[in-house]
């Protein structure tokens, strides 16, 4: 890549509990591209584990609210309808891809939309799961959410998964080193061509 190249975004959505966050790692890991991934706010409190400024930048409705009005978001929704909040600040987009990094969001479709649409250029990947079956398994798995909470994750998957094709690139999670390697091809062959020109 030339030097000083202006980085790339690339959109990664899929269903809840379709491993996205297990398979990024693993690409940040083995991918030669320079990824670098944003880090979301969201109002939702953290799961155990979760760390602030890591995992998400944890915030009040009121925070949230203070920086959305200030234009500070990327793109931001409510996710679940349930009142809580996610969005990409442009601090976590705007720096990375002035360097030269290539910025990964984790987002939903509604946010892709948008990061579609201010960049046409974006990479974009939907993740599949194996099968419907398997997703809703997983969520129940994760035994962190009430059963209201995965019964609505569950419907929104079916509407996420509705929305796959205005992805640039599908990969099914059915097994991960080989979902990984995908993914890893893929960004290969955007570094490649960005060489090239
Ligand atoms: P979770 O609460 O399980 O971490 O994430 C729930 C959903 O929120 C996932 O589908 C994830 O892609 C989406 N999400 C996470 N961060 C953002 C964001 O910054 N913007 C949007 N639009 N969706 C997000």
């Not at 953290?46 to 760390?51: N, Q, S």
């Not at 009142?83 to 360097?99: A, R």
């Not at 948008?114 to 997983?138: D, K, N, W």
């Not at 994760?142 to 995965?150: I, L, M, P, Q």
Request: hydrophobic fraction near 40%; glycine fraction near 10%.
């Amino acid at each position: 890549m030339a030097e000083n190249a202006r980085g790339k975004l690339v959109v990664v959505s899929g269903p809840s509990g379709v491993g996205k966050s297990t398979l990024l790692a693993r690409v940040l890991r083995q991918t030669e591209v320079p990824l670098v991934m944003s880090v979301s706010a969201t109002t939702r409190p953290p799961r155990p584990g979760e760390r602030d400024g890591v995992d998400y930048h944890f915030l009040s409705k009121e925070a949230f609210a203070a920086l959305r009005g200030r234009g500070e978001f990327l793109e931001c929704f409510e996710v679940f309808g349930k009142g809580d909040w996610y969005g990409t600040l442009n601090s976590e987009v705007t720096p990375g891809l002035d360097q030269g990094k290539w910025i990964v969001l984790e987002i939903d479709v509604n946010g892709a939309a948008v990061v579609q649409a201010r960049y046409p250029e974006a990479i974009t990947i939907f993740i599949h799961p194996g099968s419907v079956e398997e997703l809703e398994r997983r969520l129940r798995g994760r035994g962190t959410e009430e059963e209201s909470v995965v019964a609505r994750r569950l419907a929104r998957a079916r509407d996420e998964l509705a929305s796959a094709g205005q992805y640039r690139h599908q990969v099914i999670n059915d097994d991960l080193d080989r979902a990984v390697g995908e993914v890893c091809d893929i960004l290969k062959r955007y570094a490649d061509a960005a060489q090239r020109d």
